[in-house]
């Protein structure tokens, strides 16, 4: 049987980092092993769900690669979510309870007092049939819950390694709401079984659900996939990221924070694995290095300084022909290979580009401490054309007419012809600046 996983987000919010993270590394196990992926929307909370965090949900994964194979939508699925309550119903399985959100409450803060676990207590099962018809004549209407089976549960993790669970320490969960519509633990087993998944790989919040939902697979008489829980993902500090709060939201780095989508892929990927993190320019390169087995224990904590960091050396690495069309997108329609390979040792994002466009090929103010000093430069400007020879050429001249080394000599020259004190390499930069504007830019004129 082929490998098939799902990356099922519910669009009640912005993606954040963590929920990327899951996304990618399906999509990682997927292509590793010659499987598909399924994007699977898991929008049965219809107070909270959002035709615009559907679509981002989309936009987030196209830009950072992860194309997917097939496509579902739980609210195009209500009939069938009927159609396996009745079949579970009728083998005993899901049965209906009366008691309102205010009685169990009660009832959890009493075991939780007692010491006990919150474990519902089947009152319910117990109901004769005159006490549910009067809940019926007071118009209560039943939540229904599944009958868990008192044995263990246990299945092998991909990550956490064998676990186990004994059934009589869980609580028959809620499949089906008072107003009739199907929860989660319900819709999930029945789209996973039904789309052929084979492997679930989900947070490690929730491991306690595989356990009731492995009995549900088996009361449906389904094959129960295999499991890797990871453990979640955190910020810098330890807190959780959340999708409600836009926790680091794939939008918000990719539209504010200029970040890269491989500077992000890179991080993700080897974010909580035994692998060092390293840019790659691919996601190629990622799946061939994929291992689920190298996913450690260990909660991974997402630093947004790192983020940077690696998507400056993604910038770094990346050749023209990667960037060109996206330049002239920016309004660089004249930037080439040469501006590129100038400046791209001091970007951090791409939007920086623009800094040392205005350099090249725009007025610039010179900085003049000393303006005898750059006079003297501009008269021993070479003829053109010029290449990243000419600055070594021109700054000895200018040594053996001035005396100046060092700092003392290329200092003001760099603040005489970009207005700056730092920046890249002015053996590339000066072909670009040109000579005419040099000139100008060391007799102090904004050229």
Known sequence: MSVAVRFAPSPTGLLHVGNVRLALVNWLFARKQGGDFLLRLDDTDEERSRPEYAAGIEEDLRWLGLTWDRFARESDRYGRYAAVADQLKAAGRLYPCYETAEELSLKRASLIGQGKPPIYDRAALRLTDDARATYEAAGRKPHWRFKLEHTAVEWTDLVRGPVHFEGAALSDPVLIREDGRPLYTLTSV?????????????????????????????????????????????????????????????????????????????????????????????????????????????????????????????????????????????????????????????????????????????????????????????????????????????????????????????????????????????????????????????SGETA
Do not use: C, Y
């Open 190 to 442: 029945v789209d996973d079984a039904d789309l052929a998944i084979t492997h679930v790989i989900r947070g490690e919040d929730h491991v306690a659900n595989t356990a009731v939902q492995i009995q549900i697979w088996q009361a449906l008489g389904a094959a129960v996939p295999t499991f890797a829980h990871l453990p979640l993902l955190t910020d810098a500090g330890g807190q959780g990221l959340s999708k409600r709060l836009g926790s680091g939201s794939v939008k918000a780095l990719r539209e504010d924070e200029g970040i890269e989508p491989m500077a992000l892929a890179s991080l993700l990927a080897k974010l909580g694995t035994s692998d060092a993190i390293e840019p790659r320019l691919t996601l190629d390169e990622l799946v061939a290095e994929f291992d689920i087995a190298k996913v450690a224990r260990g909660t991974p904590k997402f630093d947004g300084e790192e983020l940077k960091r690696l998507n400056a050396r993604i910038l770094h690495l990346t050749p023209f022909d990667a960037v060109a069309g996206r330049l002239e997108a920016l309004g660089f329609a004249g930037a080439d290979a040469a501006f590129w390979d100038a400046v791209r040792p001091n970007l951090e994002t791409l939007a920086d580009v623009g800094e040392w466009w205005t350099v090249t090929h725009a007025p610039v103010a010179p900085v003049i401490g000393d303006a005898a000093f750059t006079a003297t430069a501009a008269g021993l400007l070479p003829d053109e054309p010029w290449d990243t020879a000419t600055w070594g050429t021109w700054t000895n001249a200018v040594k053996q007419a001035t005396g100046r080394k060092g700092k003392d000599l290329f200092l003001p020259l760099r603040q005489a012809l970009t207005g700056r004190d730092h920046g890249p390499e002015l053996k590339n930069l000066l072909p670009l600046i040109g000579r005419a504007r040099a000139v100008r830019r060391l």
